[in-house]
């Protein structure tokens, strides 16, 4: 019995020892096999330290390849505590080199953790001051590449790019809209440590940073410093409150250039307000856009067929009264019995309140939303605002009269100029857009094409032919004369929109304005100029905004390479305009006939002989009066 109880006793606790053998087998094994990776990992994580390696952030290129966004390589300062044996010599030392307070630097050096980065005063340091820290030769004393944003053209395009902050997060424009794509992956120097923190003599590991990608812009930096420099003209001459300039593709949405005054240098953001750094006035500012506007009303009525253009007329006697109020033209006893194209020309107020008359509200309302002005544009910009309409159900009789020719209501820059596309480019209205192509930052491969996107169709082909023609008849007989140009098809509106504080309109303040496009019957470029109050000058968009806007054209015509065009409309000058007129051929004419038919020009002859064989300027072309015109002389044979 005794035997026979040790015996079973034995058996037990060879069972419990054989359970606990495989639970201990099965254990090892789970660890082994499944539970492997997780647990060497968090092993490793109790003894591996990093030292980051800052990416570099995704290049912003213009849409020829220039730089407008690139990196800089800087320094960093980094501190591993656990390392540093001398803590009250180093705090010191490295006080003394970065001209800090040192009971701040022994908050660095003495900090409970593994890793400190020294900030702010410990980033982007100079390469001089990086070579004092490493003379040093402190344990636990790390200087780590980072990455700077730099932006070689300083206050170009200011607004359109953004900034970002110091740890190279976009803050605003495109560096915040685009941050998830033009962030990298930080890189890191792995090493491994006791658990006291000191480095043990392992082999170090690299992870390489990867930089982020590269956005390609529709903005052509030419055109851009075009527009930069006319700015910067206006505020020179005018002292205005504000100014702005957009150029757009109006057969795609593409931004061409884009800028406002008052600007910041991207590099010194920290300098500017609050007010100025953030607010990208085209896509921001809201006001009533004035007279520009009557380009929305015009083809809506063309559209509906509400007006001819060459049939109707409408006699202006400088007012026009709508119920209770009284709608005065600008121009004092008014112009008189017009065609509805000499409304338009001479941009005349109560002109268009009868236009739109013809619409009603239903009709107009219709268009302006179609043409998408009460929402906004969608573009890849952070900050856009939406303009104010009137309710719809509340319009009455003054209300559709002031809407008809832009008072009363606001909308945004951006949101006419893209309206106004849609007008002029066969009634297409696209969202405007400033990326087109995402790049791999290494091989400059294609990552993904943006493409214009077409929203809808607004009025048909056949309207905006006509809406072309009556804008190019402006410049050329009417408010728009100051924006034409000889030898090219010039369409545009004035806009001259008294500004509005507290519900009531500012006296002699106004914003003035002017969209110009060319060529007239097949439009490259749209232009939009505006000007906040302008000192020392009569305030019209005709006087102040036009010539801008033909700067800014004159330059794309070169930069786009835009043809001339022997077709178009001939000016109508005035005493004050310098005088063109279209140069005669004279080749094949002899000396003599040559000179009488260029009597009213500089006649320089170069060859011999007495036959005309060749001119410059061609023929056929403006050429203005009492200017030079080369003739190359030779035989008749010749």
């Given amino acids: 019995m005794f035997f026979s109880t040790i015996h079973e006793r034995m058996r037990l606790i060879f069972l419990i020892s054989m359970i606990i053998l495989i639970a201990i087998i099965i254990k090892v094994f789970y660890i082994q096999v499944f539970a492997y990776e997780k647990l060497s990992s968090l092993a490793e994580d109790l ?39 001398n803590k009250e010599a180093v705090a010191k030392d490295l006080a003394n080199i970065l001209n800090v307070d040192y009971k701040e630097m022994l908050k660095h050096v003495t900090r409970a953790t593994s890793i ?8 982007g340091l100079s390469f001089d001051i990086a070579e004092e820290i490493d003379a040093l030769g402190y344990d636990g004393v790390y200087l780590l590449k980072e990455s700077k944003r730099d932006y070689p053209y300083d206050t170009v395009l200011s607004h359109v790019l953004g900034y970002v902050g110091i740890d190279n997060q976009g803050l605003s424009g495109l560096e915040l809209y685009y941050d998830e794509y033009l962030t990298g992956a930080d890189g890191a120097i792995k090493y491994f440590s006791d658990g006291k923190g ?81 607010r990208n006035l085209p896509i921001w500012m809201t006001y009533e856009p004035g007279s520009t506007f ?21 006699t202006d006697t400088g007012a026009i009264h709508v119920e209770d109020a009284t709608i005065h033209c600008w121009k004092s006893g008014g ?21 739109g008359e013809t619409l009603g509200v239903d009709k107009l309302m219709k268009y302006i939303k179609a043409y998408g002005l009460d929402a906004k544009t969608g573009i890849d910009l952070n900050g856009e605002a939406v303009g104010l ?33 849609a007008a002029i480019n066969g009634g297409n209205l696209y969202t405007p857009y400033i990326v087109s192509t995402m790049l791999e930052s290494q091989t400059n491969s294609v ?11 607004v009025i048909s082909k056949k309207t905006s032919s006509l809406v072309r023609f009556a804008l190019e008849s402006v410049v050329a007989n009417g408010s728009g004369k100051n924006a034409y140009i000889e030898n090219y098809r010039v369409g545009g509106k004035t806009g001259t929109a008294q500004k509005v504080s507290d519900g009531a309109y500012l006296d002699g303040n106004y914003i003035l304005s002017f969209m110009g496009f060319l060529p007239a019957d097949d439009p490259e470029i749209i232009v939009y100029v505006a000007v906040d109050n302008p000192k020392g000058v009569t305030q019209y968009g005709g006087v102040v905004s036009a010539p801008i806007a033909r700067n800014v054209m004159l330059s794309a015509i070169d930069i ?12 109508e000058y005035t005493w004050l305009d310098k005088k063109y007129s279209i140069l005669p051929n004279v080749v094949g004419l002899d000396k003599k006939e040559a000179a009488k038919v260029l009597k009213n020009y500089q006649v320089l002859y170069s060859g011999e002989g007495d036959a005309i064989i060749y001119q410059s300027p061609n023929a056929g072309y403006y050429v203005a009066l009492g200017s030079k015109v080369k003739l190359l002389l030779g035989s008749s044979s010749s």
């Fill in 47 to 85: 003894w591996s330290r990093e030292l980051p390696i800052k990416a570099d952030r995704g290049k912003i290129i213009d849409r020829n390849g220039v730089v407008l966004a690139d990196n800089i390589t800087t320094v960093s300062l980094v501190l591993v505590p656990n390392q540093i044996d």
């Fill in 116 to 123: 400190e980065r020294v900030h702010p005063e410990g980033r």
């Fill in 198 to 278: 000191n480095k043990l003599e392992l082999t170090e590991v690299y992870v390489a940073p990867t930089s982020g990608i590269t956005l390609q812009l529709t903005i052509d930096l030419d055109l851009q410093l075009a527009v930069e420099n006319e700015l910067d003209n206006v505020i020179a001459k005018y002292n205005p409150e504000k100014a702005l300039i957009v150029a757009m593709n109006p057969n795609t949405g593409e931004i061409l250039a884009m800028a406002s005054r008052p600007t910041f240098n991207n590099n010194n953001y920290q300098d500017y307000e609050t007010e100025v750094i953030n």
């Fill in 294 to 314: 009557k380009i929305i009303t015009l083809s809506a009525a063309l559209e509906e067929k509400t007006i001819n253009l060459f049939e109707d007329t409408f």
């Fill in 335 to 355: 112009h008189g019995t017009q065609t509805m194209l000499e409304v338009v020309e001479n941009s005349c107020n109560p002109g268009f309140v009868r236009i």
């Fill in 389 to 421: 309409l009137f309710d719809e159900d509340k319009m009455g009789a003054v209300e559709l009269a002031t809407t008809s020719f832009g008072q009363g209501i606001s909308v945004t820059p951006i949101g006419q100029i893209r309206a106004v596309s």
């Fill in 447 to 457: 990552i993904k094409k943006i493409s214009p996107n077409l929203e809808r169709n």
């Fill in 560 to 571: 786009l390479e835009i043809k001339p065009s022997k077709e178009g409309m001939a000016k």
